[in-house]
């Protein structure tokens, strides 16, 4: 008969516990499957699975009893540090929905909106094209790997009751933010200059001939060229998304301590 005193006890609790928070926390917070087409359960499956996969190789984790005020912090620590290293890949997803907002309402799409499945907001058709092929992009270069190899190696470089969630990684979040505008505006700008020089064409044809009627004109022509421009700009998108996948995985490295 094996005997298991409550120490013992406390200390594999504490060893598979803090882990899986880390990581569920992480798997609530990245792309696809952080969204709402995967259930819970499976979100807790998967972060177990990894928990009991990665106990092994992790430092020895405190001595601390899970459910003292000392254990508290150090699970709200674990809960930051997942959440933030996910946050930041919702943030390279974001980018691309405030790129198709900024082309479909440039190209008069604005009002075409519908109902994000994975996030249950209203959100431009382009938008949500972007997104699709976002997440393809997302899964056909590995980011759901290389996120889930990040949040395994950060328990060496940064393990469980270290310092934590720091001052450091807090800006490191704050600055990336503006990365995410800027990476929307290098996604957008070709399209948005091509519909803004035919624009300005359009207002200099109506200051020639004034009985022209703009709206029954100029809208049809903006939308289908729009179209058009999309469809030769769509090979730049990839590059592009594929620099700032990099500059988010490079910001949860700093997350992560490594």
Known sequence: MIDINAAEASAF??????????????????????????????????????AFTVM???????????FSVEGLIVSIQQILIGLTMGFILQMVMAALTIAGEGI????????????????????????????????????????HLMIIQLVVSSFQSLPIGGDGFTRDSFWTVIVFSSQMFIGAVWIALPALISILVITLA????????????????????TMLMGFIILMLVMPSVLPRFNELL?????????IGGL
């Open 56 to 66: 092994p190789i992790i430092p020895p984790v405190p001595a601390l009893d899970p």
């Open 202 to 221: 359009m207002g200099i044809m109506t200051r020639a001939a004034p009985q022209l009627n703009i709206f029954s004109v100029g809208f049809p022509v």
């Open 246 to 254: 990099l500059s988010g995985m490079q910001a949860s490295q700093q």
């Open 104 to 143: 479909a309402m440039t190209m008069g799409l604005g009002f075409a909106s519908m109902v994000d499945p994975a996030n249950g907001v209203n959100v431009p058709v382009l938008s949500q094209f972007f997104l699709i092929m976002g997440t393809l992009l997302f899964l056909a270069l590995g980011g």
């Open 13 to 50: 609790v504490a060893t598979l516990l803090w882990p899986f928070m880390r990581i569920s926390a992480m798997l609530i917070a990245i792309p696809i499957i952080g969204t709402r087409l995967v259930s819970v359960r499976i979100r807790i499956a998967l972060a177990m699975l990894i």
